[in-house]
């Protein structure tokens, strides 16, 4: 046992509520925190000394499954709202063009992005992060992160040309798919993510699932994003398919025999793979889902509601979704489609566009769902004894005790806007 001078003095939080989505919310809420994980959580006064947060919330830290953080540096998506997908991935394609061209200041630029959307996530209540990282992988670029992240190796090659560069790529980078035990590398978990159809072969997404399965690590894939992607899979023609065409990119052979979404689904599911996160799923169809209903302990949907809004898209199957049980988290994707970094404003819009979902299911959505899609440690999303304390505030003036959806009313107030208070604890490194 240590002596007493060296064990960590506790830390006890006072606040008017708390919110912590493994069981419902109290009023008069307290906790005791102790080397970063939370020892006792109470109600009423804590009866020692303690850090009075007065009116607020607390809730755990917001888990943003998906984006890209290599945009974190733009002030306004790109493109206009309401352009069709595929000009987007058309402006995305050209913005990078447009990037200096000396490779030493890329990567500079590009790390700097990278912290730039690190540090905007944390003033943003944001805990942990699913990050896409395009090729060429650089780890580095995400050292020393004050946040958790799970980065996604992001896998790229339609055609079988394109495909075999990416494998033998892949293979040449065994030191990047393991990260050094060192320091700057405690924050980083990995994963794979095969882009999406129009990018990757129906073959690969099969062997990177056995591959994430083999290595214990969730895989992300683009998904039923757009109507250009389900006119490319249903008929083989349409704005993606001539524009890889024009490119000398397109292979009708990467999609199998018999095109569907639900080929895909297949293809992950054959496989052991323990997370895998369907990314946007905006054209999810019956058969889609019946499969998803089947393997939902073992996939997340994850929907990204202003960008999902920024494309102008048909409305989203978030009802048949819940209804039939299938996880559902919500990431922001990157600010190449979005304004902001900011998970509680995607709740907010989930809260404002689907009356009928309640506060705690949106919480929910927000926080533990997104924290099992990334394979994080069991309680993270939560504020459960026990588990790593990733308190966040948030301003609850004006909620009364009898607030028959209290969660609702912080999601439908317009200033309250969450922020970490989760360095308070000691022995958080
Ligand atoms: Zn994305």
């Known amino acids: 046992m240590p002596a007493p001078s060296q064990v ?30 939370i020892l006792e959580r109470g109600k009423g006064p804590p009866g020692r000394p303690h850090i009075d947060l007065g009116d607020v919330a607390i809730l755990p830290g917001l888990i943003n499954p998906h984006t890209h953080l290599e945009f974190s540096n733009l002030n306004d998506p790109l493109g ?10 058309g402006a995305v394609i050209r913005w990078r063009r447009g990037q200096v061209s000396d490779p030493t200041i890329a990567r500079a630029m590009k790390t700097r992005a990278i912290q730039t959307g690190i540090a905007e996530s944390y003033r943003n209540g944001v805990y942990a992060i699913g990050e896409i990282a395009s090729p060429p992988w650089q780890d580095w670029q995400y050292a020393h992160s004050l946040l958790p992240i799970r980065l996604f190796h992001e896998f790229l090659g339609l055609t079988s040309e394109r495909s075999e560069a990416a494998w033998s790529y892949v293979a040449n980078l065994h030191e990047s798919m393991a990260p050094a035990a060192d320091s700057g590398y405690q924050q980083l978990q990995l994963g794979v993510s095969p882009h ?14 056995s591959k994430a399965a083999e290595r214990h690590q969730p895989l992300a894939m683009h998904l039923a994003e757009s109507p250009e992607e389900m006119e490319m899979i249903d008929r083989g023609s349409g704005a993606f398919v001539d524009m890889l065409r024009s490119v000398d990119a397109w292979d009708p052979n990467a999609l199998g025999s018999r095109p569907s979404i639900r080929a895909y689904l297949e293809a992950v599911f054959a496989s ?20 998803l209903q089947q393997f939902k302990d073992r996939a997340t949907v994850i929907y990204c509601p202003r960008t999902h809004a920024y494309f102008k898209h048909p409305a989203y199957p978030l009802q048949p979704l819940l209804s039939r049980g299938i996880p559902v988290a919500l990431g922001t994707d990157s600010r190449a489609s979005n304004p902001d970094l900011s998970p509680w404003r995607e709740a907010q819009s989930v809260a404002n566009n689907f009356p009928e979902i309640p506060g705690d299911q949106i919480l929910r959505m927000a926080t533990m769902n997104g924290a099992r899609a990334l394979m994080l440690e069991n309680g993270v999303g939560t504020l459960k004894t026990g588990t790593p304390w990733t ?27 969450p922020y970490p208070v989760w360095p308070l604890a000691p022995g958080i490194s």
């Open 196 to 209: 999406a159809p129009y990018t990757v072969r129906l073959e690969d997404v099969a062997r990177l699932g």
């Open 272 to 291: 052991p793979v323990k997370q895998f996160l369907v990314v946007h799923g905006n054209f999810l169809r019956q058969e889609d889902l019946d499969l």
């Open 8 to 37: 960590n003095p506790a830390t006890t939080v006072r606040a008017r509520w708390c919110f912590p989505v493994d069981q419902p919310g109290w009023e008069n809420a307290w906790l005791t925190l102790r080397d970063g994980r």
């Open 391 to 417: 308190g966040i505030a948030v301003d609850s003036r004006g909620l009364s005790s009898n607030e028959t959806d209290p969660l609702r009313f912080l999601l439908q107030k317009e200033d309250a806007h």
């Open 80 to 89: 206009m709202a309401g352009t069709p997908f595929p000009e987007w991935v």
